[in-house]
Each structure stands twice: as structure tokens, then as C-alpha cells.
């Protein structure tokens, strides 16, 4: 296993383990275990941001002991998307993951997660139709698969994932029951935003500042859906179409869908209940496909 040393990173005073193959990942996690720890898990793409760093926060509440695997998945992408252009910065992201209180970086090459004759894909139904798992078709398969060796790997105590990528939590949330992962808490992290709303993502990256100015149509559509439920609004027709007029005062930002969705199911709903529920969109500017949601529910009036 290869640790870092502080010099290496220039910040922080503590250490950081960097776990390139599965050996030395378990070695990490059994030295933890063996002092008596628990162990969070924060699964992560790097080109990290402050909403990875909240992850790692909520993972290391009570004690843990916070694992961040740091993977560009292949798996995931779809021929004709970003894997080659995603960014990734090693030095950058050990240092932040450091100075956040990560003890180790799960950092492996592809060959290590998926080695000659890799042949098992973990497929969730359910929740992955639709919405994103009709833009990308072979997204949550690779999500699901990658995230399910992660957790056999680390058998973390707790693993956090944002609320930022509502579909890939209900699918993570449907994966965790079906395979009786029944001792693990699976935490739900809040959206982290810029100043103007926009939600942090490693993709806001791709943006010129025209685009950044139009990506603000997310999250002010979202919002201005939000405050017309706050005002009892309940009808799915109405929030999306609030949603939908303020976004397109952004010529630049293409909308791909604004729909209203059970949290859980992630089927389309009409009305608002007590259930919880997210609206949520997708949207093209420029070069960046960048996914948005707010959570929703009916208010007593
Ligand atoms: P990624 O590196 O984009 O695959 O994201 C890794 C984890 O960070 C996922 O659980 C994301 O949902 C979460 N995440 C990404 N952006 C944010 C954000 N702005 N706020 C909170 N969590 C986020």
C-alpha cells in the first residue's frame, strides 16, 4: 500500500492511505476494524467539489473511519459520452479528500475492478426505467455493479450518496434491499449548491461562463416549483410547468425532461402527497448534460 505523505499533499496534518488494488483496501479496513472502528464509505468520480466533501463529513460522524473510492467507471458511460473528457486531477483530489478527514483512497485502475473475463453485471429494474436510465441505457447497470463490489469490498458500516443524483440513490436504495444489505446505513447527503443555485457537479467543469449563466435555469425552474408547493400547489401538471417557464427564459439551456417522480419508485406521479417525491430535470448547455432535482411534498394548508 502506498501512503501519502503530508508533503505529498501540502495540507492537512493527518495521513492518507492510497489503496490502488483490493488487498491493500482490505488490509486498510481490517487495521481500522481491528482498533475497534466502523468504516464509512464515500464512492466517488474525483475532480472533487464540495458537495463530495459533505459525503465525507456525514461518513465520518460518530467515529467512522471514511473510505472514498475515487473511480471514473467505465462501466457507466455510454459509447458516445464524456469518460474520456471527465475530468480528473489525483493530486488535487487526494489533497481535498485529506484535508476533509478521508483515511483512505480506494484509487484503482480499470483492470483491478474489471479484470480479463469480468463477466457479472448487477441490474436493477424498478427505479432505473426512465428519466436517466432512458438517456443512458447501460448507466444504472454500470452504477449498480460498481457500487454493489464496492460494498462487498469494504462492508462499510455506512455509505453515503447525495440526494444530487436522486435516480442513482433510489436505485441504490433498491439494490441495498434486494441484496439484504440490512446492517448498512445508507445516508442520504443533501444537494450542495453554488452561491446562485446552481448544484455542484465535477461537469460544471465543461462550462463557459454564457453556459454557467444559463445553468442557472435548473435550479431557479426547481425553485420556483418549490415555492408554488410551499403555496399548496399539488398538481404534478402545474409544478413541472412552472418549472418549465422559468428554465426556458434560458434560450441556452435544452431541456431534456422536468418531471415529478415518487422518491422511491421513481415512477411519475400526479399529485403531491405525504409521500416524499422529487422533481427533477435534465438539461443540455453547451457541451455538459447536467441532471437537477429538488425534494417535494405536500404541505398542510
Ligand atoms: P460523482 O463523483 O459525481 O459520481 O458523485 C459522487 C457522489 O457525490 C454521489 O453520491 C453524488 O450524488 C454526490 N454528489 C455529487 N454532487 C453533489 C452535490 N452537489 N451535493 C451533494 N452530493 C453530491
Redesign the pocket.
Known sequence: MSVSTPTDTACGAATIAVARSLADLREWVAGRRAAGMRIGL???????????L??VELAAVDDHAVVMS?FV?PTQFGPSEDFDAYPRDEAHDFALAQASGVGCVFAPPAEVMYPDGFSTTVSVSGPSRGFEGAARPSHFDGVATVVAKLLLAVRPHRA??????AQ??AVIRRLVLDLHLDDLDLIE?????EDDGL?????NRYLTEDDRRAARGLSRGLFAAMALADRGETSSVALIAAARHEMESEPRCEIEYVALVDAESFQPIAQLTSRSARLCTAARVGPARLIDNVPLRATAH
Open positions: 464515500v464512492p466517488t468520480m474525483g475532480a472533487l467539489h464540495e458537495g463530495h459533505s459525503l475515487i467507471n453515503v450518496f447525495g440526494a444530487k443524483d442513482q440513490l447527503a443533501p444537494t450542495i449548491r448544484a455542484m457537479s465535477s461537469r
